[in-house]
């Protein structure tokens, strides 16, 4: 049967409308992958990076709970990295190594999630020793502590030092989440993220307990150490406060009306961001993402950390 004219046009339209819809699902739909190609690379860098930090925490809370750690725990996690150095079982109190436990396990599994989603790297060579952890205390106080601090000498010890941990990991989540492009980078982080404020969460709830209790033999208390500890972050990262301790003047405290500061949030109680170069300024202990020491005394891994040691050997 012939077309009219008519029919003939609304058959064109029909095609035309067809092959436009057609077109543009294929184009929507190889969009993902062509994102995902994209982004691939930037997020590959971001949920690298914070492996140096999740290899730290899982060594120095395993070892403080049990006395050894991803060696005999998960050594197929540690791609033959070297041990870390240093590190030893802590003298606990029953309560307080079920919660490092619990959190050392919490540890591998973070490990074990991101490499499910990176290659990532061999774990990097950890300072865990009492000297390292000295070295920290010394330079936030500003004297040399006789005898030296020494974070496996007791739960007070051991949930002080524990200060120093999680809380630069999860800054370095909230930094990152926007800068992720693919939603399965974003899920991870938020998953990572949870958890790690969760831990922090608990540590301070812990020393917040104790904020009174005089340290000995330092003469100093929980409070103080978690003020001078926090200072000293914001020191090292040069990005303003993003830290603080337990005990706060009121107008920084929720809304500016406590001085309770069980968990650190901004005027709006928002947890604060931390870069990548931020948190390396910290964790060398150097106030310089170029310059290794601390707890990473080689330097940490993943391109992002890379980039700044190289930049410096080439100088």
Known sequence: MALTKERRSLLVSMVLVFFFFNCHHLQVTSCPDQATTNCTDQDRKLLEFPLNLEYLEAEFFLFGALGFGLDKVAPNL??????????????????????????????????????????????????????????????AFGVKFVPPFNPYANSYNYLIASYLVPYVGLTGYVGANPKLQCPASRKLVAGLLGVESGQDAVIRGMLYARAAHVVYPYGVTVAAFTDKISDLRNKLGKAGVKDEGLIVPKFMGAEGQVIGNVLVGNELSLSFDRTPEEILRIVYGSGNESVPGGFYPKGADGEIAKSYLVTVGSE
């Open 78 to 139: 540690t791609m033959g990295g070297p041990s870390p150095i240093g590190a030893q079982k802590a003298n606990l109190d029953p309560l307080t190594r079920d919660i490092i436990l619990q959190f050392a396990w919490q540890e591998v599994g973070h490990l074990r999630a991101i490499k499910k989603t990176v290659k990532g790297f061999a774990r990097p060579q950890l300072d865990l020793s009492k000297k390292a952890f000295a070295k920290v205390m010394d330079k």
